[in-house]
C-alpha cells in the first residue's frame, strides 16, 4: 500500500511541475521527505502540510499575465468550498467523491481536446506581427475554446461547487426542485440560500451573452483595429447585447472560465495530496488505521481555510 501511495505523490508532483507549479512541486518532495524521517511526530507533519495551499496560490495566481486578481480570489474561495465540503464527515461525501470523479475524467477529456488550438491561440496572440489571416485564425480558435468551455465543462463545475457549498450543511436549505437546475438558478440559490455572490459565477450575464453571440454566429472580428464586435438578439430582433472588445479583453474573459474550472481541478489535487501523504505518513509510522489519526488529520485540514 505504501508505495502505491508514493506513486501516486510522484505522479502529482510530476505533473504539477511539468505545468509550471515549481514551488509546490518542490514543497511536496520536501514533505515526502518528512514522511520517511523516523523522528517526525504526527501532529508536527500535518502541521507542514497547511502551506500546500498558499504555496500553490501563489503560483496559481501568476501562472499567466492577465487576470491574476480573478484568480487569487477564485481559488481562495473555491479551495476553502471543497476543504470545508470534503473536510466534513457527513452522508453526501461518498456521493461528492463520484460526482467530483466523473467531472474530473470530463475535465481531462476537455483539457487535451483544446490543449492544441489553447496553444494556437496564444501564440498567435503573442505574435507581434501577426497577418490578417493569422489574426481571423486566433478569433476563431479563441471562440472554439470559448463555447467548449462553457458548454462542455464550466455549467458542470458550476453544479458541483454548489453541492459543495451545501455540503456541510448536509443539504439542509437546499430548495426540493433544485436538481437538474441550470447556471442562472444556481446563482440565485447562492445569493438567496447561502448568501453570498460566488467569485466563480462574477460577470455571467456578460459571459453567457457572449457565448449565445458566438453560437449564433454573431461575433465580428477585425483584424485592422484587433477589436470584436459582440452582439445577440431576442426572438423579436431586439438587440440585448451589445459590445466591442479588444481581442486581450475577450481573452481575460475566457481565461476567467478556465480559470474557475482550474480552481475546481487543483483544490480537489491539492486536497488529495494531503490525504495522501497523510496516509503515507501513518503507513510509514505504522499507524495507519487508527481512528485518531484520521480525525487529527481532518482537524488540521479544515484549519487550511
Avoid at 111 to 125: A, G
Avoid at 271 to 299: C, K, P, Q, W, Y
Wanted: proline content about 3%; overall charge negative.
Amino acid at each position: 500500500m505504501e508505495k502505491e501511495l508514493f506513486d501516486h505523490i510522484h505522479w502529482v508532483e510530476r505533473y504539477l511541475r511539468e505545468n509550471r507549479y515549481r514551488k509546490t512541486s518542490k514543497l511536496i518532495v520536501s514533505l515526502e521527505r518528512e514522511v520517511k524521517k523516523e523522528n517526525c511526530e504526527q501532529v508536527e507533519f500535518v502541521e507542514r502540510l497547511g502551506p500546500l495551499f498558499c504555496v500553490f496560490g501563489e503560483e496559481f495566481e501568476t501562472i499567466a499575465p492577465i487576470g491574476q486578481s480573478y484568480r487569487k480570489r477564485c481559488f481562495e474561495e473555491v479551495s476553502v468550498v471543497v476543504l470545508k465540503a470534503l473536510g466534513n464527515e457527513n452522508d453526501t461525501k461518498s456521493e461528492l467523491s463520484a460526482e467530483t470523479d466523473r467531472f474530473l475524467d470530463r475535465m481531462h477529456e476537455m483539457k487535451k481536446s483544446i490543449d492544441p488550438t489553447m496553444e494556437l491561440c496564444w501564440t498567435l496572440y503573442g505574435k507581434p506581427d501577426r497577418s490578417n489571416p493569422e489574426g481571423f485564425l486566433m478569433f476563431q480558435s479563441a471562440c472554439q475554446i470559448y463555447l467548449i468551455t462553457v458548454e462542455g465543462v464550466f455549467d458542470e463545475v458550476v453544479k458541483i461547487l454548489h453541492r459543495f457549498i451545501e455540503a456541510p450543511t448536509d443539504g439542509k436549505g437546499r430548495p426540493e426542485n433544485f436538481k437538474g437546475a441550470n447556471v442562472w438558478k444556481i446563482l440565485r440559490v447562492c445569493k438567496q440560500v447561502f448568501g453570498i455572490d460566488p467569485v466563480f459565477l462574477e460577470n455571467w450575464q456578460e459571459k453567457n451573452d457572449i457565448r449565445n453571440a458566438i453560437a449564433h454566429a454573431q461575433a465580428q472580428y477585425c483584424p485592422e483595429q484587433n477589436k470584436i464586435h459582440f452582439f445577440s438578439e431576442d426572438s423579436v430582433s431586439k438587440r440585448i447585447y451589445d459590445r466591442t472588445m479588444s481581442i486581450k479583453e475577450f481573452l481575460a474573459i475566457q481565461l476567467e472560465l478556465i480559470d474557475a474550472i482550474d480552481c475546481f481541478y487543483y483544490a480537489i489535487m491539492l486536497f488529495d495530496m494531503v490525504r495522501l501523504l497523510t496516509l503515507a505518513f501513518a503507513s510509514h509510522s505504522g499507524n495507519i488505521g487508527s481512528g485518531r489519526t484520521r480525525a487529527s488529520t481532518r482537524e488540521k485540514t479544515l484549519s487550511f481555510s
